[in-house]
């Protein structure tokens, strides 16, 4: 489109690129030449799984998640590792596979929701005892 002499404006409405992004493709273009760029892999599907391969990676821990097993971050990256054959240096890949799948994060309270707080018990201790001082 460049050498058919439209401008960058014009290549970015009809590909959906940015300008700056055009004008750098055809500097990178002018600089490598038809057959070395050409050879070049930008960017593209990086994914590691299909959806229906990601769908059924996570139903195994679906199952284990139903039966009442705690499932940790640790184990499913373990296992998408293994699965892929790749090894992954952060958790980023799965926390975003499981939110593509609408999984959410359940941790447990550190304290039951009707437990007093320890102010509430020591003031009731305070009146239990003093219940058994008085005749």
């Not at 290549?11 to 038809?34: N, T």
């Not at 990086?46 to 284990?64: C, D, G, P, Q």
């Not at 590792?81 to 090894?87: I, N, P, Q, R, Y």
Request: proline share 1%; charged share 35%; hydrophobic share 30%.
């Amino acid at each position: 489109m460049r050498y058919e002499g439209k401008k960058d404006s014009e290549i970015s409405e009809k590909l959906g690129y940015h300008r700056k992004r055009i004008s750098q493709l055809c500097a990178e273009f002018r600089q490598a030449g038809m057959e070395e760029y050409t050879k070049r892999n930008y960017g593209g599907n990086n994914r590691n799984m299909t959806y229906e391969e990601e769908k059924e990676f996570l139903s195994n821990f679906e199952e284990a998640a139903k039966k009442g097993q705690m499932i940790t971050i640790a184990e499913i990256a373990a296992a998408y590792d293994e699965a892929t054959g790749k090894v992954h240096e952060s958790k980023s890949s799965v926390y975003y596979l499981l939110d593509k799948h609408g999984w959410r994060v359940i941790t447990p309270q550190t304290a039951h929701p009707g437990k007093a707080s320890i102010n509430e018990l020591r003031s009731f201790r305070e009146i239990e005892t003093s219940k058994k001082t008085q005749f």
